[in-house]
């Protein structure tokens, strides 16, 4: 049995998801689009699946999480749904549920958040709301697991038995007319092609295109149907759209004002307010939010993360010192051990130590996004992200970049269009992920001991720096255009539901171990076979002679106008391209120091100048593999990948190039004496500007890529 | 005519008529701003722009520009 969870944004719907499944739950994509799709098994019913479908307001066939939810509802029809509905706001809620009920699919409605509609004084007539819908409806409280075991039970039971033979019709006068008359014309058309006929009637009606489309009509049919609702336009001097919502609305109305007695404004709406009139004041909004943000950092890589980290770091060392203990008296083969040792354990270790890390600021950015506050940061960026083209929505994006960009990346798939989501895309990966602290960390101790605190900042800075200047750049050129709608609920603040929070830190936790297991695990051993192994295979003692020494030998003198052409920096680039932090361990076997000699041994190699030019470079440069693969699905091709990667590898270069002599010139010692570096520069300029005029041609031949609704949807046509 | 722009903050309204097209104009219908609705323009953001209105027992944040869109009659 399988049943589709579907409810508004802010709903509780994901509180209810993790209620009902607990842990069993796995993560996927629809297939084709890049809409995330969560299903999981139910606890204590091993043969009951539920599918957690996006957060939507609608089934209009406007933004890619509506349609995605259309089709499988109507073509792979659930056999049931669960519709989750915030009671503290119904009102717009059952806007959704009016339009789910017309799919004929057995159909109970979760009434969530009742605890707090009773602690401010509200009542609602469940009975009264079942007779109305003909749908059961269950109040529960999902934050605390109240309500949702007889959700279950009523759930299961509505499928066995089937949908109700008599729907409730709620639609009247001129809009009912003209719904039953498109109704009766299509019915044999609809059943045959098993859609709801009632559903199919009403977005015919509406002037729905993929349903027009989907439908097949006959010539004759399709004109009666435009004649049908032209004549309700008239009669109700309004047109359909407008016609259908104010139809549905007028509807709830009345339902409210039979079941809902709610008090004028509840007790977490005035908290709500009290809360905002701080938060998202005119004066205090911005220093607040640039507080939290400074405190989530601090708290996340000096605090509480770092702590931890020590704390793993302590005891991988004492598992790695017992293990090189236990080989040498047994006696394994030196090449062995130096494998075992310098290459799993010495890589492995150094990402694992990471994890706190990761797993603290996940934290705090769920409870951002989980409190409510994240929209409020939406509310109060979006003048300043619209100035370089985009809308506030794409600031939630960016901030998880902080944390890791491949979530990053996935998550603008909230975006409710498509040029948003690729510029959000492309700037993204410039903001610093956490995933480059290592690095960061290894150098500051080496070069900025007494400025740790002000480098690391102004490395934040210039990742979001040339993130502003390069959507500049791309909104003036490749995406011109108005930004998209920005209509956008501001929900009402919340305690988050701590298991919510634990869950989306244990997939982080998840996701960061089996990356550091497999990706990671499999780079290090590459490399240390890489760097132990000369051409002909021979175990190499001076690993200057190695493979892999040749290839960063070969790449040297790109990065050395950028004063860094050492084999071993740029070794350390490319192995960083696996995860960015592979660059310190692949430095700590190239250098054969080790993590605690690193930073003695970088000395010899960098000066504080080209040390500061080598972080600005491996903060812009692509990201990570799994990054790529993030980029590559949600862009939608290879191609598009590849030129984004080279446009940002690019980026990194001229940065680190300006740098690099800019502060040569400032602090006066390396002057501008090779011709070739600016030969170079040129070279990477024009190849920027090519894989930007590259992406911006494929963008004109196929604007809206494979997306169902090309050519009609109005989102592409900037 | 009045839009819903130029309601000062803390005052209410009426929706006359939505104005615009295609997805903006479909989601703003869908969020409830309909003919008829009451709405309370409650804060401008720190910038300016967008704006917070109440409606429906909820808030909702849309942008000035697309708020000249919509037709109301105060009070």
Redesign the interface.
């Known amino acids: 049995m399988i049943f589709a969870l579907i409810g508004n944004q802010n709903s509780g719907k994901t509180t209810l998801f993790n209620q009902l499944t607990g842990a069993n739950q796995h993560v996927g994509n629809f297939p084709g689009v890049t809409v995330e799709k969560k299903e999981g098994t139910l606890r204590k019913h091993s043969d009951v699946n539920v599918i957690d479908l996006p957060g939507i307001?609608?089934l209009?066939p406007?933004?890619a999480e509506e349609v995605v939810t259309r089709d499988l509802l109507i073509n792979d029809r659930p056999d049931g749904i669960i519709n989750i509905v915030d009671a503290?706001?119904?009102?717009?809620n059952l806007?959704l549920t009016l339009q789910l009920l017309e799919l004929d699919i057995p159909m109970i409605l979760a009434l969530n958040m009742m605890d707090e509609v009773r602690a401010s004084g509200g009542t609602i007539d469940i009975e009264k709301l079942q007779t109305e819908l003909q749908i059961p409806v269950v109040p529960i409280t999902a934050s605390k697991n109240e309500g949702v075991d007889e959700l279950v039970e009523r759930a299961i039971q509505s499928v066995c038995e089937g949908p109700a033979e008599q729907r409730v019709d709620f639609c009247k006068g001129p809009v009912h007319k003209a719904i039953h008359s498109t109704a009766h014309l299509i019915e044999f058309q609809a059943r045959r092609l098993r859609i709801p006929v009632r559903f199919a009637a009403t977005k015919l009606v509406e002037g729905d295109r993929p349903i027009i489309d989907a439908l097949k009509l006959p010539e004759n049919d399709q004109h009666i149907v435009e004649h049908i609702a032209k004549e309700m336009e008239q009669e109700l001097a309004?047109d359909r759209?407008?016609a259908m919502?104010?139809m549905r609305?007028e509807f709830i109305e009345k339902l409210v004002a039979d079941c809902v007695v709610?008090p004028l404004e509840s007790k977490e709406r005035r908290r709500s307010n009290r809360l905002?009139s701080i938060l998202?004041?005119?004066?205090l909004?911005?220093p607040i939010f640039l507080g939290l943000m400074l405190a989530m950092f601090w708290l996340t890589f000096n605090f509480i993360g770092a702590w931890l980290s020590d704390g793993l770091t302590i005891l991988l060392d004492g598992l790695t010192a017992g293990v090189d203990q236990w080989l040498g008296a047994a006696g394994v083969s030196p090449w062995m051990h130096s494998l075992l040792i310098d290459g799993v354990f010495a890589g492995v270790g150094s990402v694992l130590s990471f994890l706190p890390t990761i797993v603290v600021l996940f934290f705090f950015l769920s409870l951002m996004e989980d409190s409510g506050y994240m929209a409020r940061v939406a509310?109060?960026m979006?003048?300043?992200l619209r100035k370089i083209g985009l809308s506030?929505r794409s600031f939630v994006p960016m901030l998880i970049g902080f944390g890791c960009s491949v979530p990053a990346i996935m998550a603008t798939r909230t975006l409710?269009s498509r040029r948003d989501q690729k510029m959000t895309i492309i700037l993204t990966p410039f903001i610093s992920c956490s995933a480059k602290l290592p690095i960061y960390a290894v150098f500051t101790a080496a070069f900025f001991t007494d400025h740790r605190p002000l480098v690391l900042f102004s490395l934040y800075a210039l990742g979001i720096l040339v993130a502003i200047l390069s959507g500049l750049l791309l909104s003036h050129t490749l995406f011109r255009g108005n930004p998209?709608?920005?209509?956008?609920?501001?929900?009402v603040y919340r305690l988050p539901a701590a298991k919510s929070v634990l869950l989306h830190m244990w997939e982080k936790a998840k996701d960061f171990l089996v990356k550091a297991f497999t990706v990671i695990f499999i780079a290090t051993l590459v490399i240390w076979v890489l760097s132990n192994l000369d051409i002909r295979f021979n175990l190499v003692t001076d690993q200057s002679t190695s493979m892999l020494a040749s290839v960063g030998k070969g790449l040297a003198p790109l990065f050395a106008p950028l004063g860094f052409g050492s084999w071993q920096a740029s070794t350390a680039l490319v192995t960083g391209l696996t995860a960015k932090e592979a660059v310190v361990s692949t430095m700590a076997v190239l250098f054969g120091s080790g993590e605690e000699g690193l930073a003695v041994t970088l000395s010899q190699y960098f000066s504080p100048l080209t040390a500061y030019a080598f972080l600005s470079f491996t903060l812009l440069y692509m990201p990570c593999v799994a990054a790529f693969a993030a980029t590559r699905r949600e862009m939608g091709s290879l191609w598009a990948a590849l030129l984004v990667m080279l446009y940002q590898t690019a980026t990194a270069w001229v940065v680190a190039f300006l740098i690099y002599h800019g502060g040569g010139w400032l602090l006066g010692v390396n002057g501008f004496s090779n011709p070739i570096d600016w030969i170079l520069l040129l070279l990477v300029v024009g190849a920027a500007a090519a894989a930007l005029a590259y992406l911006g041609r494929r963008r004109s031949s196929s604007p809206c890529g494979s997306c169902a609704q090309r050519g009609t949807?109005?989102?592409d046509k900037h | 005519m009045t839009t819903l722009d130029q309601l000062k903050v803390g005052s209410t309204a009426t929706i006359l008529a939505v104005g615009g097209e295609g997805a903006l104009r479909r989601r703003l219908l869908d969020m409830g701003l309909t003919p008829r609705t009451k709405v309370l323009l409650r804060k401008v953001a720190p910038m300016g722009d967008p704006i917070e209105l109440y409606l429906r027992g909820y808030s909702l944040t849309i942008r000035k520009e697309d708020a000249a869109k919509i037709e109301i009659t105060e009070g």
């Open positions: 307001y609608s209009s406007y933004t503290t706001n119904i009102e717009r806007y309004t759209e407008a919502a104010d609305y709610k905002d998202t004041h005119k004066y909004a911005l509310f109060v979006d003048k300043l506030g409710s998209v709608p920005f209509v956008m609920e501001l929900p949807c109005d989102l």
